[in-house]
């Protein structure tokens, strides 16, 4: 099983890893892709106002362009160190069990727009590109991604994948057959909506759950029985697609 989490825009600061070295990450079929987007963020830097409008960054974000800059040298940590914020703070990997952090090296990774996707104990710096962001001079992320990331993702052999991305980043490397998780709140009328923010707290409880759980997921059926038991709503849409329903 292969669990594919969204990444986020915050990042963990610091680390005690080596500099990035991408011969070390999951996936060798992608540092050809990773290490031209990387110099790319690392030359963009060196253009504060470029920086700026191509990474849609904010007067006060102004910092991230600095972690691009430091790209190559600065330190690193695994993958589940460094992402935070919402989904992050659910899954709470610092408080799982030994056997439970065991399944989550084996089991969880991240999408990026960075480095496509990585495995949770592969060490990254922390950086700014998100799946919408252009870089001057080159495509959109789902031009240089395509077709490479879903091949790479594909070649794991994993019986059952679980995409728990956003839509910006499944579009990078669509998994053929995976399994989606869609979050919706339920009115007391029965009517249902998409929840936003809160999309993120209830996948990151999901993905505690399958890294916590005995059981094995083969279906559908069998991730809403691993929902279910962590505590949530869960509802099977169709053979490739669960409901988690919210109040």
């Given amino acids: 099983m292969l669990i594919v989490l969204p990444p986020s825009e915050t990042k963990a600061t610091g680390g005690r890893g080596a500099a990035l070295d991408l011969d070390q990450l999951s996936l060798p079929s992608l540092t050809p892709i990773r290490r031209k987007l990387a110099d790319a963020l690392v030359t963009l830097a060196g253009d504060p106002a470029a920086s ?14 600095e972690r691009n800059a430091q790209l190559w040298s600065s330190p690193t ?14 899954l709470d990997h610092p408080s799982l069990s030994r056997a439970s952090k065991t399944k989550a090296a084996e089991r969880l990774a991240v999408g990026s727009a960075l480095f496509g996707v990585v495995r949770a104990t592969d060490p ?17 992320l789902a031009s240089m991604w395509k077709p490479a990331l879903t091949e790479a993702l594909t070649d794991l052999g994993d019986d059952v994948v679980i995409d728990l991305r956003s839509g910006g980043y499944q579009q990078l490397g669509p998994v053929p057959g995976a399994i ?11 009517s249902r909506t998409v929840v936003s923010h ?50």
Avoid at 52 to 65: D, F, P
Avoid at 220 to 236: F, I, Y
């Fill in 124 to 140: 990254i710096p922390a950086y700014r590109l998100s799946s919408g962001s252009k870089l001057p001079g080159m495509g959109t």
């Fill in 77 to 90: 940590r695994p993958a589940i160190e460094r992402y935070t914020g919402v989904l992050f703070d659910a």
């Fill in 198 to 247: 809160f999309n993120k707290h209830h996948k990151g409880v999901l993905a505690r759950s399958l890294v916590s759980s005995r059981r094995q997921i083969r279906d559908v059926n069998s991730l809403a029985a691993v929902a279910t038991a962590g505590g949530q709503r869960a509802e099977v849409a169709s053979d490739r697609e669960l409901i988690i329903l919210t109040d």
């Fill in 180 to 190: 989606t998780v869609t979050v919706l709140t339920e009115g007391p009328s029965g």
């Fill in 52 to 65: 700026q409008q191509a990474l849609g960054l904010g007067v006060s974000q102004v910092a991230e362009i």
